[in-house]
């Protein structure tokens, strides 16, 4: 350390009121030798001191070809070799020989992020140090030196590339969150540490890396902060899977939506991943329906555009989240049999990274079961009133705000109570039609067993509109019905390929649901014209949710 204070000295930095020294843990640090005030300036780095990929390439030119990491690290090697004959060696030598990000985990420690955004990240980005190193740099074997690098702009504002860069002496310096401190490149080329606060002697002096959350401070410079307020969680809007990707990709492109990567943090998701998810839960119909609303630009995607595409979108998002956690979950005994310090230092950041990135989706799921409630209670009251539904289900002009009804649940088992009533109050289901209908109930367990029952949910529904269709004006749902029995033109031409898949359907339906002695159809009354409409309101009006038992279920949204 003595050799690194003089080679700062000798070249110019300044640090007066600064000692080097370590906490209890023994980790490295800056401590003050006298009280610093607020302004004062605590150290001063002339700018030819730091490490950055230009000077890398100045001194090696053939290092031009390199990725800016790539050439940054190979020039540290390089210098690392020279050893005492490198100017930088007093640095160089000083530079902690291991830190444990998660690039340089044992495959136990990589085990304890598995399913974590960081788990997945970690290895590609790996994959990608090791095809560039394997292919470039035979003589580097790994890439932890420069880890732990702050920004190269702080020095050369015109790159306006983030590309790390080292300063030594600033780097001494730990992190502690929001602590007051400013970075100051000074014209007379140097960089200076200007204090916010007033630091008293013997204490700790914090640098502040930025607002980071876990996983960049866990990436970076392999450490945690339990609780950290900047932290989030990362998602990324799968879209692949749908047979409408490619149009829904144009449509959100045309809404200016084409980022699929979101950050959600503690009680906040952003807007444009509902309005996104919004899109991406669209039925056919209603594709057409608001592509064409875009086209006369009156569409407002940041509010519900739909009772059903709401559900569906809060429905899908919740299922999301709940994915994410479960995998999160249960895994305090793969921490069990730790030895070294250095594991036990490894685990207990992954535990926090693992803590907060719960913490935040549950949080998330809690919105979204808040929102799942306030939009239920909306269209049970909008149904209570009688609001007639207009064709095609589509845009009820819904005037939800979210915010007014804001309100935080912790715990989030009472809401899941109350939403499988709100659901079963608001849909036209299997089990609601079983119970109020004693004809079609005693039909449907003639024709199908209990299994089937269960697992052709949808065939049911849709023989069950053919079924009410007949009893409009006796029915609970008579308004939906009257509006739905109209619907005969629109996106039929859509259906030609299914008309196939129907028919077949309607030849094995007819002589089941037909059949004098189960008596659910009248042979008149059950066309395949009437299959293809019911088959189409099921389509635009259904939701699948799932239930407080975990079981699917689909319901038909009568507004
Ligand atoms: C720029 S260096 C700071 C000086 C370093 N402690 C040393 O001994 O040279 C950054 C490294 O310090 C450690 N560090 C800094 N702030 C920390 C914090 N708040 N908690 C835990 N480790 C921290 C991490 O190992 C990080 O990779």
Same mark, same amino acid.
Request: no cysteine; proline share 0%.
């Given at each position: 350390m003595d050799e690194f204070v003089h080679w700062l000295h000798e070249n110019g930095a300044t640090f007066p009121k600064v000692r080097f020294g370590k906490d209890e843990s023994g980790m490295g640090g800056c401590y003050a030798v006298q009280p610093i005030h607020p302004n004062e300036i605590i150290a001063t780095l002339p700018l030819n001191l730091t490490i950055s990929h230009k000077l890398a390439r100045e001194y090696l030119p053939i290092l031009a070809p390199l990725s800016c990491r790539a050439a940054l690290a190979t020039f540290l090697v390089h210098e690392r070799l020279l050893g005492k004959l490198s100017f930088y060696h007093p640095y160089i030598n000083i530079l902690p020989k291991h830190i444990p990000t998660p690039l340089t985990y044992t495959e136990r420690e990589m085990s304890w992020l598995r399913g974590t955004n960081l788990g997945y990240g970690i290895e590609s980005r790996k994959e990608l140090l090791r095809k560039e190193f394997d292919e470039? /740099?035979?003589?580097?074997?790994?890439?932890? /030196?420069?880890?732990?690098c702050f920004p190269n702009k702080l020095i050369d504002p015109d790159d306006t590339e983030v590309k790390e860069a080292l300063f030594p002496l600033i780097d001494s310096f730990n992190h502690k969150h929001r602590q007051k401190i400013t970075w100051e490149v000074h014209e007379r080329n140097e960089l200076r540490l200007v204090a916010g606060n007033y630091m008293d002697s013997g204490q700790q002096i914090y640098n502040n890396y930025g607002a980071k959350s876990n996983e960049e401070l866990l990436v970076g410079y392999g450490f945690c902060i339990p609780n950290n307020p900047d932290d989030w969680v990362v998602i990324k809007v799968n879209i692949s899977q749908d047979p409408q990707c490619d149009e829904k990709l144009d449509f959100l492109s045309s809404l200016e939506l084409s980022e699929l990567t979101h950050f959600i943090k503690r009680d906040y998701i952003p807007l444009k991943l509902l309005s996104q998810l919004r899109v991406l839960v669209m039925n056919s119909a209603e594709l057409i329906h608001f592509k064409k609303l875009q086209e006369l630009q009156c569409i407002n995607i940041n509010e519900p555009i739909g009772y059903r595409n709401e559900l569906a979108m809060l429905e899908t998002f919740s299922n999301l989240l709940k994915m994410k956690l479960e995998v999160l979950y249960g895994r305090d005994e793969e921490f069990i049999g730790i030895s070294s310090a250095r594991e036990s230092e490894i685990a207990r950041n992954c535990k926090i990274y693992i803590d907060g990135q719960k913490e935040i989706l549950t949080s998330a799921l809690a919105i979204i079961h808040s929102k799942e409630l306030i939009i239920l209670k909306a269209a049970l009251n909008d149904s209570k009133f009688t609001r007639i539904p207009t064709l095609p289900f589509v845009c009820n002009n819904i005037n939800i705000d979210y915010n007014s009804n804001n309100t935080s649940f912790n715990d989030i088992n009472p809401i899941i109570l109350a939403k499988d009533d709100l659901l079963d109050l608001l849909l036209i289901t299997i089990d609601k039609v079983m119970k109020i209908d004693k004809k079609f109930s005693k039909a449907i367990n003639e024709i199908f067993s209990e299994e089937l029952i269960d697992s052709e949910q949808d065939t049911i529904l849709i023989l069950y509109l053919i079924y009410e269709s007949q009893y409009i004006e006796k029915s609970e749902w008579k308004l939906f019905f009257e509006v739905a029995i109209k619907y005969d033109d629109f996106y039929i031409q859509e259906y030609e390929e299914k008309i196939q898949e129907l028919t077949e359907l309607y030849n094995e339906l007819q002589p089941l649901v037909c059949n004098p002695d189960v008596k659910l159809f009248d042979k008149d009354v059950f066309s395949i014209d009437k299959l293809i409409w019911s088959t189409c309101i099921f389509e635009i009006c259904s939701v699948t949710f799932t239930n407080k038992n975990k079981k699917q279920h689909f319901g038909i949204v009568p507004l």
């Open positions: 470039i /740099l035979e003589i580097v074997s790994n890439d932890e /030196l420069i880890n732990g």
